[in-house]
């Protein structure tokens, strides 16, 4: 493999391992949220098929 070839996979594989343990620490600190926003409440019946 050339050294540019080298150079780009390594920085593919930081930025895609990199994103999943950003996401997995931002899932620890903040697992579910407090509330969520007002509406998108279905009335019985009206759910979507």
Known sequence: MT?????A???ALTLVWG???AS???L???PE???YPP???????????
């Open 3 to 7: 050294p540019i070839a080298i150079v």
């Open 19 to 21: 994103g999943l343990v």
């Open 39 to 49: 509406g998108g409440d279905d009335q019985p019946g009206e759910e979507l098929e």
């Open 33 to 35: 949220l407090a509330e």
């Open 9 to 11: 996979l390594v920085l």
């Open 28 to 30: 620890r600190l903040r």
């Open 24 to 26: 997995a620490i931002a």
